[in-house]
């Protein structure tokens, strides 16, 4: 018996489509777009924010309360003041959101108010919340460990899909090589491997997987199209004054001209990529996009 049987293509030839709220879902023809700032800085930068990025077109909203950070000295989020924040802004604009569950011991909070449970890249081994996020009924977001083969990031969706849970959507983050100029080494090879051997979607995080603003546009058309099934972006609108992870955020500007070239990329790759606001496809000229 193969050690990943759940996950596997063979086991389950079609595509896995995973339902996000009433009206959205992820691996199908439709192209997924989730956006937003690194982290929930606070209520009015938030609201702002989010009502930017679905006026360009995104379709999930992102955040993190519960902020993994390397030093103990940075920001590590709101937490549930946070998690309140993210609730007003899906209220206000509809959207879905997305957050990250770093331990078991909040797995009961977030779940009250995320959309999407988000698996962090350095959490992707931990089996314990791995088996937690398997016993609920929310999609979940499996970031690739840093350091983690392809075959270990299936064998981490398959223990949340043992433990009941198949809404898993896969999600590329880069991973760290001998390569420092960028944040990480983005492995889109991955996309190609994981769609081979796996049914469950997949969408790749160019802002960590590349931590360099100029790099994320051409990066998420690559992924698009290598077969992702969408993206992850940071949006901030003042990058420079972020919290976190702001020299690899776009400014919602800058991301409305990336939707406009990913929705023409969309249409040749066999793909859509419909937006909540319409962007007007023929003008990629920044000025046009009133966010
Ligand atoms: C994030 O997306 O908020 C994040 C912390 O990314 P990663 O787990 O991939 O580092
Ligand atoms: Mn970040």
Redesign the pocket.
Known sequence: MKAYRLASREEHPENTIVKIGEQLTVGGRELLVIAGP?AVESREHYLEAASLVKGCGAHVL?G?AF??RTSPYSFTGLAREGLEILAEARLQTGLPVVT?VMDTRDLELVYEYADIL?V???NMQNYTLLHEVGKTKKPVLL?RGFAATIMEWLLAAEHIMAAGNSQVILCE?GIRTFETYTRNTIDLGAVVAVKELSHLPVIV?PS?GTGRVSMVSPIARAAIAAGADGI?VEVHQNPAEALSDGFQSLTPAAFAQMIGELQRLAEVVGRVLNTPSVIPKEKPDNSVYLC
């Open positions: 690194c992102r993190g902020k993994p990250e988000q962090g890249s350095r970031k983050r995080d960590h992850m």
